[in-house]
């Protein structure tokens, strides 16, 4: 471990040069990007009210004329907790207040729509899409703080890696039987290259 700490700090103290950086930005852009967000209205169907909300919220979607279903509100629903309407919200703030399910299929559709229903801890929604936007990419001068501590960590844990199947390669390591059953069936250690 005390080496391994030593490798770290090492590692921590390389410093890239701007292009390097640079590079390093424009191979990881998923790491740099604003989150999504949405908004959208909601109408809630309790299941507390009925025994089956999810076929009150399609029977209600299917009896919406087609012309309807682009109209933001055209469904009223159960009263609800929370609001009808939530805006500019990103995939954190959604999964919060209605559960992870509900926040993957509501960033999955695409706005302009009612479409459901989508359940989530409270009962089944039927929901209406009203914008969405991707995420941006943050410029670089803005970020450049954070891509060089994430291109040192990656340098670090590169080299603690290398490090330790470097002593792996030099030193043969055996377990006992009887220390690998105290160790437990997950316990795994890679063979030595010869």
């Given at each position: 471990?005390?080496?391994?700490?030593?490798?770290?700090?090492?590692?921590?103290?390389?410093?890239?040069?701007?292009?390097?950086?640079?590079?390093?930005?424009?191979?990881?852009?998923?790491?740099?990007?604003?989150?999504?967000?949405?908004?959208?209205?909601?109408?809630?169907?309790?299941?507390?009210?009925?025994?089956?909300?999810?076929?009150?919220?399609?029977?209600?979607?299917?009896?919406?004329?087609?012309?309807?279903?682009?109209?933001?509100?055209?469904?009223?629903?159960?009263?609800?907790?929370?609001?009808?309407?939530?805006?500019?919200?990103?995939?954190?703030?959604?999964?919060?207040?209605?559960?992870?399910?509900?926040?993957?299929?509501?960033?999955?559709?695409?706005?302009?729509?009612?479409?459901?229903?989508?359940?989530?801890?409270?009962?089944?929604?039927?929901?209406?899409?009203?914008?969405?936007?991707?995420?941006?990419?943050?410029?670089?001068?803005?970020?450049?703080?954070?891509?060089?501590?994430?291109?040192?960590?990656?340098?670090?844990?590169?080299?603690?890696?290398?490090?330790?199947?470097?002593?792996?390669?030099?030193?043969?390591?055996?377990?006992?039987?009887?220390?690998?059953?105290?160790?437990?069936?997950?316990?795994?250690l890679p063979p030595v290259s010869p």
């Amino acid at each position: 471990q005390k080496l391994t700490f030593l490798v770290e700090d090492t590692a921590r103290l390389m410093v890239p040069d701007e292009a390097l950086l640079r590079e390093y930005y424009q191979a990881n852009p998923d790491r740099y990007r604003t989150p999504k967000r949405l908004s959208f209205k909601q109408a809630y169907f309790s299941s507390n009210q009925n025994a089956d909300a999810s076929s009150d919220a399609r029977a209600t979607l299917a009896a919406l004329p087609v012309a309807s279903r682009g109209d933001p509100t055209a469904i009223a629903g159960d009263s609800f907790l929370f609001e009808s309407e939530f805006s500019d919200l990103d995939e954190a703030s959604v999964t919060a207040i209605f559960g992870p399910e509900f926040s993957l299929a509501l960033f999955a559709m695409e706005p302009g729509e009612w479409r459901g229903p989508v359940g989530s801890g409270y009962g089944n929604h039927l929901v209406f899409v009203e914008t969405k936007s991707p995420g941006e990419l943050r410029s670089f001068e803005d970020i450049r703080g954070q891509v060089l501590q994430d291109w040192q960590y990656d340098q670090q844990q590169a080299a603690t890696n290398a490090y330790v199947q470097g002593l792996r390669d030099k030193y043969g390591v055996t377990i006992a039987d009887e220390v690998r059953e105290l160790l437990g069936q997950d316990f795994y250690l890679p063979p030595v290259s010869p």
